[in-house]
């Protein structure tokens, strides 16, 4: 089933739940080895599987475990800066290198293949 907007909240809930259990068993775990690893109880694992309602660090601990953890990232993304504030940021970045600054004396680095100045 595809997750979208005009599902009910347990209709995703039990999805969610279908896809943990069917990820789970792709990787030739059991409930209690998954619990384990994830930090959580058996119990809990069994109620998110079920779709009912488990407390968000468990979840968070058995998509760590599965290797899902990326997905968070996608599912509420970073916000990101509006076109005006990026023109604003833009105002204030670098936009010319400064003139070099002519060092003279014993620190006075040259490649050597200058001409030499003339005394009159």
Same mark, same amino acid.
């Given at each position: 089933?595809?997750?979208?907007?005009?599902?009910? @909240?347990?209709?995703?809930?039990?999805? *969610?739940?279908?896809?943990?259990?069917?990820?789970?068993? @792709?990787?030739?775990?059991?409930?209690?080895?998954? +619990? #384990?690893?994830?930090?959580?109880?058996? +119990?809990?694992?069994?109620?998110?599987?079920?779709?009912?309602?488990?407390?968000?660090?468990?979840?968070?601990?058995?998509?760590?475990? *599965?290797? *899902? *953890?990326?997905?968070?990232?996608?599912?509420? %993304?970073?916000?990101? %800066?509006?076109?005006?504030?990026?023109?604003?940021?833009?105002?204030?970045?670098?936009?010319?290198?400064? %003139? #070099?600054?002519?060092?003279?004396? %014993?620190?006075?680095?040259?490649?050597? @293949?200058?001409?030499?100045?003339?005394?009159?």
């Amino acid at each position: 089933m595809r997750i979208t907007q005009q599902n009910t @909240d347990e209709a995703v809930l039990i999805e *969610l739940g279908a896809r943990l259990a069917r990820t789970r068993l @792709d990787r030739n775990l059991t409930q209690g080895q998954l +619990a #384990a690893e994830a930090g959580v109880g058996r +119990a809990t694992l069994e109620r998110m599987e079920a779709g009912r309602s488990a407390r968000l660090p468990s979840l968070i601990r058995v998509l760590r475990v *599965l290797g *899902l *953890l990326d997905g968070l990232d996608r599912l509420v %993304p970073e916000s990101t %800066p509006s076109p005006l504030e990026l023109l604003k940021l833009r105002g204030k970045q670098r936009r010319r290198a400064a %003139p #070099a600054k002519h060092v003279e004396g %014993p620190d006075a680095w040259t490649w050597g @293949d200058e001409p030499t100045e003339r005394s009159p």
